[in-house]
């Protein structure tokens, strides 16, 4: 057993670690996560971004300017980035499940959000239930006048491969396979693309 009192009177420092943070330390490393991970989904962002490459542990390159993509794909060892990231994450996937698309806009706008109101002395001061009732109100809005805007998609029209074709940062050739597949299986399915070991373009219809 070492004697604590004795290191002490010999004048070496001990280094006690916790899983403890003050206000501040937290802030900062939020913001500090938030920073790394906004700087590779910036240059993904809307129809002209470009694409990001990744690689993985096995060594293996990854191409691909999906946002959710990029974010699952980014690691910490730090517990506080670690659990933000996490955090990001799950929001990231929820919202490519429901949606389909939009992730990385809506996870740079939520963090322009935080970075806005951290820094803002008199939002200290609004207990966090009463924001939380704020930002669902705001959301309620919001959600009201996009569907008063929203134009309906015609699956058996050339929408669905517009549309595509801006996810896939202007690849037609692969958004017309997309469309085609909505046209045969409906709107309810989800599409996964992988990079095939042949020449042509296929795919496989796969059942729940």
Same mark, same amino acid.
């Given at each position: 057993?070492?004697?604590?009192?004795?290191?002490?009177?010999?004048?070496?420092?001990?280094?006690?670690?916790?899983?403890?943070?003050?206000?501040?330390?937290?802030?900062?490393? &939020?913001?500090?996560?938030?920073?790394? =991970?906004?700087?590779? !989904? #910036?240059? /993904?962002? %809307?129809?002209?971004? @470009?694409? *990001?490459?990744?690689?993985?542990?096995?060594?293996?390159?990854?191409?691909?300017?999906?946002?959710?993509?990029?974010?699952?794909?980014?690691?910490?060892?730090?517990?506080?980035?670690?659990? &933000?990231?996490?955090?990001?994450?799950? =929001?990231?996937?929820? !919202? #490519?499940? /429901?949606? %389909?698309?939009?992730? @990385?806009? *809506?996870?740079?706008?939520?963090?322009?959000?935080?970075?806005?109101?951290?820094?803002?002395?008199?939002?200290?001061?609004?207990?966090?239930?009463?924001?939380?009732?704020?930002?669902?109100? &705001?959301?309620?809005?919001?959600?009201? =006048?996009?569907?008063?805007?929203?134009?309906?998609?015609?699956?058996?029209?050339?929408?669905?491969?517009?549309?595509?074709?801006?996810?896939?940062?202007?690849?037609?050739?692969?958004?017309?396979?997309?469309?085609?597949?909505?046209?045969?299986?409906?709107?309810?399915?989800?599409?996964?693309?992988?990079?095939?070991?042949?020449?042509?373009?296929?795919?496989?219809?796969?059942?729940?």
């Amino acid at each position: 057993m070492v004697n604590m009192f004795s290191l002490l009177k010999k004048g070496l420092s001990i280094m006690i670690r916790n899983n403890v943070y003050t206000e501040k330390e937290l802030q900062e490393s &939020i913001l500090d996560t938030l920073n790394i =991970i906004k700087t590779p !989904l #910036v240059s /993904t962002l %809307g129809p002209f971004g @470009t694409n *990001s490459i990744i690689q993985d542990g096995s060594m293996r390159h990854i191409i691909t300017k999906d946002g959710y993509t990029v974010i699952k794909n980014i690691f910490f060892t730090d517990d506080i980035p670690r659990t &933000i990231h996490e955090f990001i994450k799950r =929001i990231s996937r929820n !919202l #490519v499940m /429901t949606v %389909g698309d939009g992730s @990385t806009s *809506s996870v740079l706008v939520a963090m322009k959000l935080y970075e806005s109101l951290i820094g803002n002395y008199n939002f200290r001061k609004i207990p966090p239930r009463l924001f939380l009732e704020y930002l669902n109100t &705001i959301a309620k809005n919001l959600e009201k =006048i996009l569907l008063k805007n929203a134009i309906q998609v015609d699956f058996n029209s050339d929408d669905i491969q517009r549309i595509a074709a801006i996810s896939l940062n202007n690849d037609y050739q692969t958004a017309k396979l997309i469309a085609d597949i909505f046209k045969e299986v409906g709107k309810h399915c989800k599409v996964n693309i992988e990079i095939g070991r042949g020449t042509e373009d296929t795919y496989e219809r796969k059942t729940a």
